[in-house]
């Protein structure tokens, strides 16, 4: 039987608060997997989109079971020998940006979205000269989040609280601070002014 929100009567709808890039195992069974249980057990109340990173990727596959799938645990929990599935339902869609360029901008634009959380493997997180402001999407990561940085500054006239917190999971030595200093020479790089560079630095924490 096919996984899905109709065959899965249990699985539940959350607002998106959460941007992810990367669909991998790493996020998918462990980020996810917390999310998930954050929202059964303490009301998080938070659904998340995935983003693909590169042009060739799964989302469409996250997609055919509307976001669902399962964590299967096996080990030991307070002493004792444990397996057990639970059904991951967080995630709302996923957004392959090299096809659907507009949906992919909208959901970074989305006003209750708070966090953004990405695993785009070690090579994710570097610089692209190449990489323009015009681009639909940049190719480089770093490029991706200045853009729809930009954008989400400009969308809210660079309301504070519209600021982001991201989490880099990219196996690399201060993967957040890596980020953050490429998405500000991209800006330096597309002259995108100092007030947008102000807002990253005193509303976003990376």
Same mark, same amino acid.
């Given at each position: 039987?096919?996984?899905?929100?109709?065959? %899965?009567?249990? $699985?539940?709808?959350?607002?998106?608060?959460?941007?992810?890039?990367?669909?991998?195992?790493?996020?998918? %069974?462990?980020? @996810?997997?917390?999310?998930?249980?954050?929202?059964?057990?303490?009301?998080?109340?938070?659904? =998340?989109?995935?983003?693909?990173?590169?042009?060739?990727?799964?989302?469409?596959? +996250?997609?055919?079971?509307?976001?669902?799938?399962?964590?299967?645990?096996?080990?030991?929990?307070?002493?004792? &020998?444990?397996? !057990?599935?639970? +059904?991951?339902?967080?995630?709302?869609? *996923?957004?392959? &940006?090299?096809?659907?360029?507009?949906?992919?901008?909208?959901?970074?634009?989305?006003? !209750?979205?708070?966090?953004?959380?990405?695993?785009?493997?070690? $090579?994710?997180? $570097?610089?692209?000269?190449?990489?323009?402001? !015009?681009?639909?999407?940049?190719?480089?990561?770093? *490029?991706?989040?200045?853009?729809?940085?930009?954008?989400?500054?400009? $969308?809210?006239?660079? %309301?504070?609280?519209?600021?982001?917190?991201?989490?880099?999971?990219?196996? =690399? @030595?201060?993967?957040?601070?890596? +980020?953050?200093?490429?998405?500000?020479?991209?800006?330096?790089?597309?002259?995108?002014?100092?007030?947008?560079?102000?807002?990253?630095?005193?509303?976003?924490?990376?």
């Amino acid at each position: 039987m096919q996984l899905n929100r109709t065959t %899965a009567t249990t $699985a539940k709808n959350y607002p998106t608060r959460i941007i992810q890039f990367g669909e991998g195992n790493f996020l998918r %069974a462990f980020t @996810d997997w917390i999310v998930n249980k954050m929202n059964h057990e303490i009301g998080f109340q938070t659904g =998340i989109d995935v983003i693909q990173p590169l042009a060739n990727g799964m989302v469409d596959l +996250l997609n055919k079971q509307d976001g669902l799938y399962h964590v299967y645990l096996k080990g030991i929990k307070e002493g004792k &020998p444990v397996k !057990e599935y639970t +059904l991951i339902d967080c995630i709302n869609r *996923g957004i392959n &940006p090299y096809l659907e360029y507009e949906a992919y901008e909208q959901s970074f634009l989305n006003p !209750e979205v708070r966090f953004v959380f990405s695993n785009t493997t070690e $090579a994710g997180i $570097a610089m692209d000269e190449t990489d323009t402001l !015009e681009m639909k999407p940049q190719q480089s990561f770093p *490029g991706k989040v200045a853009a729809l940085l930009y954008q989400r500054y400009k $969308a809210f006239d660079g %309301a504070a609280d519209k600021g982001l917190i991201f989490f880099a999971c990219e196996l =690399i @030595d201060k993967n957040g601070d890596t +980020l953050k200093k490429y998405v500000l020479q991209h800006a330096v790089n597309w002259n995108l002014g100092d007030g947008f560079m102000q807002w990253v630095n005193q509303s976003c924490a990376f």
